[in-house]
């Protein structure tokens, strides 16, 4: 098992579309919430996990982005420059695995963040990972501690951890844009655009996609008026921390 990973990809390239008209002038992860950005919310849940290393992808307006991160002391960032072409989930991961290194890492979603009630959910999940049986680890939200989430669940869970799509499903989970992968997941993988989606599933049919369960409370900001809600959660979240624990019992 691993219980320290120093290395992470934050993925924040996309255009954020559904949150124009902010995002006709700037790129989605320098929104605020509550005075800090999306980004800066991620990156300080990887430097408070012991990462030392951001590989941080940029397409819509990257220089916001390179500006806004060059004064981060923790984790150390390396940009992963998309501007000529934006290459989804997967290919950006793909794209920077030069810089990602040989042993398992991070993934983190650069549009949602969380917030912790206890110890800390990445370190968690580093805790969880064990690359004997696993090539994804994904961090799930239970919907009953989410804001924001307009969609229905998307993978069940069974006992030992191992997911399955839960196809909507009442009783499954939330993927809470949090992941550790193993990079021989990527060693035959295409240079162009594509989503991780499609290793979700073949990791699903190999039985080496596991799950975490987080502990606190999951938030995502799909459009401007759902910036309000987001941050009345952050409040309640920090006033209350025990609250999405007794909600997970």
Do not use: C
Request: no cysteine.
């Amino acid at each position: 098992m691993t219980a320290h990973l120093k290395t992470a990809m934050v993925l924040a390239a996309g255009l954020g579309k559904r949150m124009r008209p902010i995002t006709d002038t700037m790129p989605k992860p320098l929104v605020r919430i509550s005075g800090k950005t999306l980004l800066d919310r991620g990156l300080d849940s990887l430097a408070e996990a012991g990462v030392t290393k951001a590989v941080v992808n940029v397409h819509y307006f990257p220089e916001q982005i390179v500006s806004h991160v060059a004064g981060r002391a923790a984790p150390k960032v390396v940009i992963s420059d998309e501007s000529e072409r934006l290459l989804d989930s997967a290919g950006g991961i793909v794209h920077a695995l030069p810089e990602l290194g040989k042993v398992p890492f991070y993934i983190v979603n650069a549009d949602t963040f969380w917030v912790d009630a206890g110890a800390s959910n990445l370190a968690r999940l580093a805790l969880a990972w064990d690359a004997a049986k696993m090539d994804i680890l994904l961090m799930l939200a239970d919907i009953k501690s989410a804001t924001g989430h307009s969609g229905g669940t998307d993978f069940l869970m069974a006992p030992d951890g191992a997911l399955r799509r839960s196809k909507g499903d009442a009783a499954g989970l939330i993927y809470a844009g949090a992941a550790i992968v193993h990079p021989r997941l990527f060693r035959d993988a295409p240079a162009g655009p594509h989503s991780l989606n499609a290793y979700f599933d073949s990791a699903i049919a190999a039985g080496r996609l596991f799950g975490m369960t987080m502990h606190g409370h999951w938030i995502t900001v799909g459009t401007p008026d759902a910036i309000p809600l987001a941050e009345a959660a952050v409040a309640g979240a920090l006033a209350d921390p025990a609250s999405a624990l007794t909600e997970l019992k």
